[in-house]
């Protein structure tokens, strides 16, 4: 994987649940990543995220640098095919490439796996995440303007997502 040298990616578990859910804490601390108010604990965390994609961006002494993660939207069949995913980097480890390379490794993982989208909702204050998320292939489908209540403050909420072109006719340019 290129773009962020030295770092190594390999698959988020038990081990480093204490160092992701540190990160997780710092993202929703920041106030641009998330409605929610606190990391869960790390068995809500490991329900929710399948173990086949999600990942870790390990530094040169073993640290988690950041994490990728998706989870089902649906249980419906008809959705089998799509997930949600999230990525956070450590604020120290940023500007490196780590989100990039983590969004790679997902995008490798859900393709193998035959799901068709990725999707995120992400805060449009949140630049740097959306540049992230665009420069690996997602495009912006809509805004839910206004959509809850963050911090006392009514926010918007950008949908993105990645139609995989390993999947015939699933592209939105398919049509």
């Given amino acids: ?19 992701v859910l540190a990160i997780y804490r710092a993202g929703i601390d920041e106030g641009n990543a998330t409605f929610e108010t606190g ?9 929710a995220k399948p173990s086949g994609h999600r990942f870790v961006a390990l530094g040169g002494l073993g640290e988690v ?50 799901i068709w989208t990725l999707q995120a909702g992400i805060f449009p204050e949140n630049t740097a995440s959306l540049a992230v998320h665009e420069r690996a292939g997602f495009r912006v489908i809509g805004i839910r303007e206004r959509i809850g209540r963050h911090r006392g403050v009514w926010r918007d909420v950008v949908l ?5 072109p390993a999947i015939p006719g699933n592209r ?3 049509r």
């Fill in 160 to 164: 993105v997502e990645r139609r995989s």
């Fill in 1 to 19: 994987m290129s773009g962020a040298p030295g770092v190594v990616i390999a698959p988020l578990t038990a081990d480093h649940a204490e160092q």
């Fill in 39 to 47: 990391p869960p604990d790390w068995q809500s965390f490991d329900a």
């Fill in 65 to 114: 640098l950041g994490w990728v993660a998706a989870g089902r939207v649906s249980d419906r069949c008809v959705y089998a095919g799509v997930v949600e995913h999230s990525v956070y980097v450590d604020p120290a480890a940023r500007g490196r490439g780590i989100a990039s390379v983590l969004l790679e490794a997902l995008v490798d993982s859900t393709e193998q796996a035959g």
């Fill in 172 to 174: 939105y340019l398919d």
